[in-house]
């Protein structure tokens, strides 16, 4: 890889970083309204979903897991098993099945939890069994 020489090309270099940025941004507050549904309907208040940190917890909450095993999102490997887990259970409390929960709350959550949170499935607390 060659150092970056001239100011062309450390220009061209931050426009990349900016308009990452920028698409991170959008699909962070898109993510923050879907959450906002979605912890309203389950009873929660909705503007947890702002605070990074905390919005995991709930989720793990809306789970139906105790908060505390949102700590297992820290170590390596178990935290992709435990999102799937916590995929499954949300969408189970949700009236959704197994591939919704897959492949719209685990691999693109942001357009799954906006189809939670502004469609028509309601929140079953009596649904998420242990």
């Known amino acids: 890889m060659h150092p970056l020489s001239s100011i062309t090309s450390q220009a061209d270099v931050s426009s ?17 309204i879907a959450l906002w549904k979605v912890f309203t309907k389950a009873g929660y208040a909705g503007w947890l979903a ?15 897991f105790s908060a505390w095993m949102g700590l297992l999102y820290i170590i390596p490997i178990v935290n992709i098993v435990f999102a799937i887990i916590v995929a499954l259970r949300v969408g189970k ?13 685990w691999l693109i959550p942001f357009v799954g939890y906006l189809i939670l949170g502004f469609g028509s499935a ?7 069994t242990a």
């Open 50 to 64: 702002i605070i990074p940190i905390v919005n995991v917890f709930v989720l793990v909450k809306i789970a139906g």
């Open 16 to 32: 990349l970083y900016t308009t990452s940025s920028l698409f991170g941004l959008v699909v962070y507050i898109i993510t923050v």
């Open 93 to 105: 409390g949700f009236g959704q099945g197994a591939v919704f929960s897959v492949f719209l709350l």
């Open 122 to 128: 309601q929140y079953q607390k009596a649904r998420v």
